[in-house]
């Protein structure tokens, strides 16, 4: 939510510095997610006034003014049409740029030369579109520079928790503010005014009074739909919203000032002066505001006249009621309604406003009448229109929690001796009745618009932060230790451990598969579990085996490695039986793999210390699949691909995987302690080149001495595009290097490999005093 | 009428029956097939079922299709060679080279230690998981804005008897109401797991992270205890130069409720809003965010059938992916996923 600080200071007085601000709400209050000012973005503003308005002879949709800006007359041409006579307004002179970057030059509109501009919000860089020029107050100066009368605007972007719904305007951090700096912030003191003559004309009815417990109505005569006074539309800019007319901006002015959303009607639209709140009945249709029509449900609370919704309360207005250029009657709506009814709605629709954001989140019992009042005042004022009156319909409400609060509990929670004083302190600054019943026992009724304070702890938590949690001591903790050699998470790691020290690559998966994968694996008799709302396609179906995205992960490094043997250990879940399954799986991949090389399995099996009876049961996956039981029960599968499933997974090189749920099996790993390993020295990670490498074996006649080559590996590495350098064989005197190429910034052509080979072999044959023989390329 | 839905329940029935790939094809994707029938039929329905029920038909005939085109290349596959996965291997398993563990396994362990030292237990937990447990007996509200803080992946259920929704966990919370239904007070322990947001994937933000999760109960357990153990784990971690500072925040099932910085561990705290001399890592804070933490609320002891008026306790959630990131410079938390073999040998 976004505050402005010159609004925060209009209100409280006592507002202190914007840095103080950030520092009372992030450390007691609430998180500023940031901060920023709001300049005008185009160069060398400057106030005229209009003095003439003439037509343009040869253009029907532009205007030719004449404009003073104090020290010069200037002519103008101009396309808006809110302009009149009299009026003042931000000029822009050629020789400046407007916000979008654009020079302004003296130039021939249709024959009419125009000596400069006259500035909208949008070329000002206020708002990314507008309707027409920004209108100026009148006692503001002609010829003075309007970019320093604008100023630099701070601007605060608060993040509110859901627990706090008070916190959702100026007056509510305001108020905040002043109660964590000891001081308590005068209520607006506004009150309703007589209702008489409204209760004529207009008639209340709250049919639903559970979802409703109070709806005010303000009734206006003779108003002037227009724009809304520079004062309001400043504010409205401020925190990122469109100015519309005199009335919806009142509206929206007052919710940022109180809270309270507003919602006006006009009155005409109205059938029979009534306004009913009800709910919905099941296929009622409403045309909104923003041009949508719903289909309601009995669910849904309205706002209706005699015949039909208006509004859907608390939400958004319907398009029919709402106030236009012709509306001279107006009807003002502030009211209570429940938020778990405006949640539902707002939800099933798939609609958020900042009204329902607010009603969601609990606006207070007693706003609807301080805003009235407020609204009413400026509506008036705004619109030269008539207050007709006033009229509230009130329902029961749930009384005020009585929390009984025992200071000697609280400070044991926080571990801080706090003094009895600064909690009676703390808790009345925030707007708590405090009634001490004991020296002790406190009986505490908290302000009606803290609506998240129930109980002792959520006292306890005021105290604390507006205290400081930061000045709380710290305190350790003592504890009987406890053995963990023999739990699943150690025994996992002792697993990585030997997979690792065999040689296995760990790799981390995504918890998703694909839809192809899923249906692959169906024909197994796996109902995988469908994602009912996932982020992609791809990412539909939840893992029920590790093994797809192992397959992946072998296809993507089948070219970069000669050899990749990898293990994943992670959660797997599916249907069976109707029932859901959830298991911790270990899988494995190996490429390349020899056929009927069972040694990885023998190790696994010895490891684990449990024998494997496999039973072949060919599938889709391999004629070649074996299940693996333990003891007679299936825990999982070996195989290597077939043709169908290096299709699937783009794999040509032979591959074999294993998947097996490990829980069952880990209890017979030995751990003699727990041993949580990890590299000692400081590793930091070197980003990876988007390139393809290129691998070139070169032979050397002659031996190689294989120390002294390890030392000029570390010298020569990344020289020259080279990423690796080994010694692929020493065989009949024959000595074959292999070098891999890559390129952080390019694909490497045959030309600059040769160059590169050319260079590192005379390097080789000067080092080693051995012969290059002949280029054999992979 | 019948549905592409009845049309691939039979054709599943078929598929376990073992009926040969070139019956199936005759019977579920030639001309005069229902379900071929029923796309070419599609044409004469109003407009509206027209789309929704083609979308479902064409889905169901590419699985079909693929599926028999599967059964189809297995029969193809018939020169492969047999393997014999009983014979007891005469060699040995041949190490060229030891292999390397992932990131996330060290921080995950380094993040361990301290509270291993300290006597914690590790415990586990499911992570499709039933609404209830996730939100419920964690003292979210129903129908409350709290439930909105954290994006929730729901799935469908299949199961007979649906008690509860079933989603992916968002938080590893849930396991503290699972273990504590298990066991009695004087309980620490800490749940180490995968969760699953929701949300747009960034450089920051995955929607599936890490978590580590931590739970004190007994008497007398204090705001200042947890204040203690954080800051013991900061400093154990990342050297006794670092330190924790924290902020009132909001989740349900703690209260108080509080978010944990701890001090930049790359421009030790120095910040700056010089945009030329701005840490990247903490963008000029000073600070890094960590996680939540706070005291556990009365309900949620109660829920773990703890009583709340001898015992209180603390729990936190750390985030282990951004640990992993700031131990080992990965600035991408994508990086850490893409299982590419030079990223995994370099750790």
Same mark, same amino acid.
Do not use: C, M
């Given at each position: 939510m976004l505050i402005s600080y010159e609004l925060l200071k209009e209100i409280f007085p006592g507002t202190p510095s914007l840095d103080k601000v950030l520092d009372l709400l992030i450390y007691k209050s609430v998180e500023v997610d940031a901060t920023f000012s709001l300049p005008i973005k185009a160069e060398n503003i400057i106030i005229g006034q209009i003095i003439e308005i003439k037509p343009h002879p040869n253009a029907d949709r532009l205007q030719v003014t004449t404009v003073d800006i104090g020290n010069q007359i200037k002519t103008i041409v101009c396309g808006a049409n809110n302009i009149k006579i009299g009026q003042k307004i931000p000029v822009i002179l050629p020789g400046n740029k407007v916000a979008n970057g654009m020079l302004i030059e003296k130039r021939t509109v249709r024959g009419i030369e125009s000596d400069g501009m006259l500035c909208s919000t949008e070329e000002l860089g206020l708002s990314d579109s507008s309707s027409g020029i920004l209108i100026l107050p009148v006692d503001f100066e002609i010829g003075s520079n309007f970019n320093k009368i604008w100023g630099s605007p701070d601007v605060i972007n608060v993040s509110v928790t859901p627990n706090r719904g008070d916190l959702l305007s100026h007056y509510g951090i305001a108020r905040e503010l002043a109660a964590l700096q000891g001081d308590i912030l005068k209520e607006p003191g506004l009150s309703l005014l007589s209702g008489s003559a409204a209760r004529d004309k207009i008639s209340v009815d709250i049919k639903a009074p559970k979802a409703c417990s109070k709806y005010i109505v303000s009734y206006f005569t003779n108003c002037a739909i227009l724009e809304s006074s520079y004062r309001i539309q400043r504010q409205l800019y401020l925190l990122g919203q469109r100015p519309l007319n005199n009335v919806v901006d009142v509206t929206n002015y007052v919710m940022t000032v109180l809270g309270q959303p507003l919602h006006a009607f006009d009155k005409n639209k109205l059938k029979d002066n009534l306004i009913i709140v009800r709910f919905a009945s099941s296929g009622e249709k409403l045309l909104l505001l923003d041009g949508q029509e719903i289909k309601l449900k009995d669910t849904d609370l309205v706002i209706a006249d005699s015949q039909k919704p208006i509004a859907l309360a608390g939400i958004m207005g319907g398009k029919d009621s709402a106030i236009s250029e012709n509306t001279t009657d107006v009807i003002l709506e502030a009211a209570h309604f429940n938020p778990q009814v405006i949640r539902s709605t707002s939800k099933r629709l798939h609609i958020t406003t900042d009204a329902s954001y607010r009603f969601e989140r609990f606006v207070d019992y007693n706003l609807p009448d301080s805003s009235s009042s407020l609204a009413a005042k400026m509506i008036t004022q705004e619109t030269s229109g008539i207050i007709a009156g006033q009229i509230s319909v009130n329902k029961a409400v749930s009384k005020l929690p009585n929390i009984v609060y025992k200071i000697d509990e609280s400070n044991l929670l926080i571990g801080e001796n706090i003094d009895r004083s600064e909690h009676t302190n703390i808790l009345t600054n925030l707007g708590c009745k405090v009634h001490k019943d004991t020296p002790n026992i406190y009986a505490i009724t908290p302000p009606s618009w803290r609506h998240d304070l129930n109980i002792s702890e959520d006292l306890t938590e005021e105290v604390a932060r507006v205290y400081g949690l930061n000045n709380i001591s710290k305190k350790p903790i003592s504890l009987k230790t406890t053995s963990n050699k023999d739990i699943i998470e150690i025994k996992i790691q002792a697993l990585k451990d030997m997979l690792a020290k065999n040689g296995l690559n760990e790799v981390v998966n995504s918890s998703f598969i694909t839809h192809k994968d899923a249906i692959f694996f169906k024909s197994f008799g796996i109902a995988s579990i469908h994602i009912l709302n996932p982020v992609s396609p791809e990412n539909s179906w939840f893992r029920p085996l590790l093994t797809p995205n192992l397959l992946h992960n072998i296809s993507k490094n089948q070219h970069e490695a000669e050899r990749f043997p990898v293990f994943e250990i992670g959660? @797997?879940?599916? !249907? &069976? *039986?109707? $029932?859901?399954?959830?298991? =911790?799986?270990?899988a494995v991949a190996i490429f390349p793999f020899n056929m009927n090389d069972t040694s990885f399995l023998k190790m696994l099996q010895e490891f684990l210390g449990a024998s494997f009876e496999c039973k072949p049961e060919p599938n889709l996956l391999s004629d070649n699949f074996t299940l693996i039981y333990v003891n007679s029960k299936p825990v999982g599968y070996v195989s290597d691909l077939s043709d169908t499933a290096k299709k699937q997974w783009k794999i040509k090189v032979p591959t074999m995987v294993l998947e097996i749920s490990i829980e069952s099996l880990l209890s017979n790993i030995k751990t003699k302690k727990v041993d949580l390993g990890y590299p000692k020295q400081a590793i930091i990670y070197k980003p990876l080149s988007k390139f393809p490498r290129v691998v070139r074996d070169i032979n050397f006649i002659g031996q190689i001495n294989e120390d002294k080559f390890l030392g000029f590996i570390t010298d020569i590495k990344g020289q020259e595009d080279l990423e690796n350098v080994s010694i692929l064989s020493i065989y009949n005197g024959i000595t074959t290097i292999r070098f891999t190429f890559r390129s952080f910034e390019k694909t490497l052509t045959d030309a600059e490999i040769s160059q590169n080979i050319s260079n590192l072999t005379k390097r080789i044959e000067k080092s080693f005093n051995i012969k290059n023989q002949v280029i054999v390329e992979e | 009428m019948i549905t592409p839905e009845d049309i691939f329940a039979q054709f599943e029935k078929d598929i376990k029956a073992s009926v040969p790939a070139v019956e199936l094809k005759a019977k579920y994707l030639s001309r005069k097939s229902p379900l071929i029938s029923l796309l070419r039929s599609l044409k004469d329905i109003e407009p509206e079922k027209r789309r929704l029920i083609g979308s479902r038909a064409n889905k169901i005939r590419q699985d079909i299709e693929d599926t028999i085109n599967r059964l189809d290349s297995i029969s193809h596959n018939a020169n492969e060679e047999t393997i014999d996965w009983s014979k007891s291997a005469e060699a040995k398993w041949q190490v060229e080279s030891p292999g390397h563990l992932h990131p996330l396994t060290y921080a995950t362990r380094r993040a361990v230690e301290p509270f291993l030292r300290l006597g914690f237990y590790i415990e586990r937990g499911p992570e499709v998981e039933f609404s209830l447990y996730n939100f419920d007996f964690l003292n979210f509200p129903p129908n409350h804005p709290a439930r909105d803080i954290q994006d929730t992946f729901y799935v469908e259920d299949l199961r007979e008897q649906k008690d509860s929704d079933l989603l992916l966990r968002t938080h590893t919370s849930p396991v503290q109401i699972r273990a504590m239904k298990k066991s009695r007070p004087p309980a620490y322990f800490l749940v180490p797991g995968r969760v699953y947001r929701n949300e747009a994937t960034d450089a920051s933000h995955g929607c599936f992270?890490? $978590? #580590?999760?931590?739970?004190? #109960?007994? &008497?007398? #357990?204090?705001?200042? *205890?947890?204040?203690? =153990?954080?800051?013991?784990? =900061? &400093?154990?971690? !990342?050297? $006794? $130069?670092? *330190? #924790?500072? @924290?902020? /009132?925040?909001? !989740? /349900?099932? @703690?209260?108080p409720g509080i978010e944990i910085d701890f001090t930049c561990i790359i421009c030790l705290g120095k910040g700056s809003n010089d945009d030329n001399k701005r840490c990247s890592v903490c963008k000029g804070k000073g600070w890094i965010e960590i996680g939540g933490a706070g005291m556990v609320h009365p309900n949620v002891l109660a829920n773990m059938n703890v009583d709340n008026s001898i015992y209180t306790g603390f729990a936190f959630g750390l985030g282990l992916d951004r640990i992993a990131m700031l131990i080992y410079s990965i600035p991408d938390i994508r990086f850490m996923f893409e299982n590419d073999i030079r990223f995994i040998e370099q750790f």
């Open positions: 959660n @797997v879940a599916y !249907f &069976k *039986n109707d $029932q859901l399954n959830e298991n =911790t799986s270990l | 992270l890490h $978590q #580590i999760e931590g739970l004190a #109960i007994d &008497k007398g #357990i204090s705001l200042g *205890n947890l204040l203690w =153990t954080l800051d013991y784990f =900061t &400093k154990s971690l !990342f050297g $006794q $130069q670092i *330190n #924790i500072r @924290v902020r /009132p925040s909001y !989740f /349900p099932f @703690v209260e």
